[in-house]
Each structure stands twice: as structure tokens, then as C-alpha cells.
């Protein structure tokens, strides 16, 4: 059966080996950012390319340091696996993206 996508968000928060399988990095990416990804149309390394808005705005506001204009790709080893290097990437991505979302809660609170 597979994992939901916060469980393995949870996992990944407590431990990331050293390579995850590509389809716990799908589910993840699929559930956080259901209209920001596509799969890369070039025969490259580059698997996946998210382009997210609410992440180009962190990074224009100094929040997001390393994800330029609010665009990160992920890439497979092996056609496999997905470098713990990349999850951290995505963990601060899907973190950025999780106070964001409180901040607009908090704003239409008052």
C-alpha cells in the first residue's frame, strides 16, 4: 500500500537516506504542489521541474534562498532514486510553502 504523502513528509522530516525512491518523491510533490510540477520533456537528468508562484515570491523576499525565481528540478540516480541533497531542497520548499499558508490564515482571521 502506499504512503500518504504527509506520512512521508513526517518520515523525511525525522531521517532522509541517503536516497529515496522516486515514488514517495512523486506522491510528495503531486500532494504539495498539485499545479506547479511537470515532468521534464528533455531526455536529461532533470526528472521533475516545479515552478511554483508562492515560492518565487519567498525567494524575491529573501525567504527561499536557493530556489531561483520560486523554480527547482529534481533529478533521479539511477533512474531510481532521488538524492537526500534534493529532499532537503524540497522539505525547506514544501516548509516555505507551510508558513506561507499560515500567514494568509492568519490574515483572513482579522
Known sequence: MARKANE???AWRKRVDPEVSKDDVETVVRAYFPTSYR???SSGSHWIIIEDDELRTAQEMGFAAGL???TMSISLT?????????ID??????????????????EAQK
Open 8 to 10: 512521508i513528509v513526517q
Open 39 to 41: 515532468f521534464s520533456s
Open 68 to 70: 531561483q525565481d520560486g
Open 78 to 86: 539511477r533512474g531510481k532514486f532521488v538524492k537526500k541533497w534534493q
Open 89 to 106: 531542497k524540497l522539505l525547506k520548499a514544501i516548509k516555505i510553502k507551510e508558513e506561507l499558508e499560515k500567514i494568509k490564515n492568519q
